[in-house]
């Protein structure tokens, strides 16, 4: 499985940025989709998962009311809407896929087996 994450960029506090990631080759193998993120300086946190099977959706408190992650069939990935950004947002951000969901650890990056390879979001004040 690999995964293609896109659509980083430089935004102004209050703008908006999607984030795509797609999936390729046995994409069969994945039952969930998280978005990661790493800020200069700190550990990788987790932003927002999908479950493939049902599209239920998980999102950190940090994000919650501004982040919306769904998934695009067309794109065989899935897309994470980010509104109202604050510098704060600022991180590398990654997209990893789950081979087995669970509600435990979903929000664990060590429970993902397949990375992407990131995207720059900065979001200037």
């Known amino acids: 499985v690999q995964l293609q994450a896109s659509g980083g960029g430089l935004v102004q506090a209050g703008g908006s940025l999607t984030l795509v990631c797609v999936a390729s080759g046995r994409t069969a193998n994945i039952y969930a989709v998280g978005w990661f993120r790493r800020a200069p300086g700190k550990e990788r946190e987790f932003v927002s998962a999908i479950n493939w099977n049902n599209d239920r959706t998980y999102v950190a408190d940090s994000v919650q009311g501004r982040f919306i992650i769904s998934r695009d069939n067309a794109k065989n990935g899935v897309t994470l809407q980010m509104n109202s950004l604050k510098p704060e947002d600022t991180a590398i951000y990654y997209c990893?896929?789950?081979?087995?969901?669970?509600?435990?650890?979903?929000?664990?990056?060590?429970?993902?087996?397949?990375w992407g390879q990131g995207t720059l979001v900065t979001v200037s004040s």
């Open positions: 990893a896929g789950d081979r087995i969901f669970s509600y435990r650890d979903y929000y664990d990056s060590r429970a993902y087996d397949y």
